[in-house]
Nanobody
Framework: QVQLVESGGGLVQAGGSLRLSCAASGRTFSSSAMAWFREAPGKGRECLAAISWNGGRTYYADSVKGRFTISRDNAKNTVYLQMNSLKSEDTAVYYC????????????????????WGQGTQVTVSS
């Protein structure tokens, strides 16, 4: 099991940037694929970006491709989401998640592939 704590959310103007961090504890972090999801009011939870256990492969949703970058530092047990050129439609609660699979090279994009979730951090983009 992996315990996850997100930070870095807040209020930013459209066009601005934020970097989210997700600190993990637990013995399987470094061997698990990780992902960032978000959930806006009235919408389902959307996978934005995912990264394989060793960082070798990544996935991005079309809505954030070219603007967001996922990365991880296994030595620090942390995964990051750099968000640039933010838009009002990026306003949501952002969650990080750890996959139930270990040592897989797949950056899973499906909600069902993730077993452990953080509590979420609010990102609000003002227009």
């Amino acid at each position: 099991q992996v315990q996850l704590v997100e930070s870095g959310g807040g209020l930013v103007q459209a066009g601005g940037s934020l970097r989210l961090s997700c600190a993990a504890s637990g013995r399987t972090f470094s061997s698990s694929a990780m992902a960032w999801f978000r959930e806006a009011p009235g919408k389902g939870r959307e996978c934005l970006a995912a990264i394989s256990w060793n960082g070798g492969r990544t996935y991005y949703a079309d809505s954030v491709k070219g603007r967001f970058t996922i990365s991880r530092d296994n030595a620090k047990n942390t995964v990051y989401l750099q968000m640039n050129s933010l838009k009002s439609e990026d306003t949501a609660v952002y969650y990080c998640a750890a996959s139930r699979h270990t040592y897989s090279t797949m950056p899973y994009a499906r909600h069902s592939e993730y077993a452990d979730w953080g509590q979420g951090t609010q990102v609000t983009v003002s227009s």
